[in-house]
């Protein structure tokens, strides 16, 4: 047939096969056969080539749900100039701007918010800003997290910020414990301190008193047998089952593995960080308490 002639039946146009049955009923039925057979070949035709092919010639234009988001260098300078800005409101709304973008609070307050209050630790050390820009600026970012980690159902909870600072067994470089201690302090906290030599009273210690974290500072070669031990005795005693414990100091700025080999919740690279962490080590601990009770409520 050439290609001005009139145009084949519906029938052979969907590939030629015969009638399933006489009549015009039969008839009907083989082009809806037909017409499903030729829809189903081409959706495989579309999905198994056209798609690949515009994926492989524009895969720039699109970013795979797996790869994910993650803060930059950019957004932790953008935020810390909004956090040391006359409008925390517009701290929050950067940030809900970047969830929005896709990047999990996780994310957010790993990458974004904790890595902001070590710069500002940071700009304080070099004297950029003073004290006081720095500790509202830590204020804000704990108001943050605060958001972050939905607060509002657990009740006042001001008189469960305290903290115990103290360096690990054997060491006696105090400076970085110290300042730590001024930045918790300076947010609102009530900070102890103990000799981490002394075993028995650390548990005795937080056997009588409710903490919300403990903070180990680790200079030296400290034996990590002894610490890890040392943290998990003070889980196992707590007066809170919820404590969080986190290290600090330059061995573990060597050695950030220290974290898990510890058995500790985190670290911060300087005391402002540290601030910023601890707030997230109590809502953690207040969010787990909260549900507990529910739960036995229930």
């Known amino acids: 047939m050439a290609r001005g002639d009139s145009q084949p039946p519906e029938d052979a146009r969907l590939g030629e096969r015969p009638d399933l049955g006489a009549g015009e009923g039969g008839r009907l039925e083989q082009i809806k056969s037909d017409r499903f057979l030729h829809e189903a070949v081409l959706a495989n035709v579309i999905t198994q080539t056209v798609i690949p092919a515009l994926w492989s010639q524009h895969s720039g234009l699109f970013k795979r749900a797996e790869e994910g988001l993650h803060p930059t260098e950019e957004n932790i300078r953008k935020l810390s100039a909004l956090i040391l800005g006359p409008d925390n409101a517009d701290a929050m709304e950067y940030i809900y701007s970047l969830r929005d973008q896709g990047i999990s609070l996780d994310d957010l307050h790993l990458e974004l918010v904790e890595p902001t209050a070590r710069r500002l630790g940071e700009l304080w050390d070099v004297d950029h800003i003073d004290f006081v820009a720095v500790t509202v600026g830590i204020s804000r970012l704990q108001r943050i997290v605060h958001h972050f980690a939905d607060l509002g159902g657990v009740g006042p909870y001001d008189d469960r910020r305290r903290a115990l600072v103290m360096v690990a067994p054997g060491e006696n470089h105090r400076l970085g414990n110290q300042i730590v201690q001024k930045f918790l302090k300076a947010a609102g906290w009530a900070v102890f301190t103990l000799d981490g030599s002394d075993h028995v009273k650390l548990i ?57 080999e510890l058995g500790a919740d985190g670290t911060a690279a300087n005391a402002a960080s540290a601030v910023v962490l601890a707030k997230k080590l109590l809502a953690e601990g207040l969010i787990a308490e909260h549900e507990n009770k529910s739960k036995d409520q229930g």
């Open 204 to 260: 005795d210690f937080v056997t009588r008193e409710w903490l919300a974290v403990v903070a180990i500072s680790i200079s030296g070669h400290s034996q990590t047998t002894t610490l890890a031990k040392m943290i998990k005795s003070v889980r196992d005693h707590s007066l809170n089952p919820h404590i969080g414990v986190m290290i600090g100091g330059p061995m573990v700025t060597l050695r950030p593995e220290l974290v898990d």
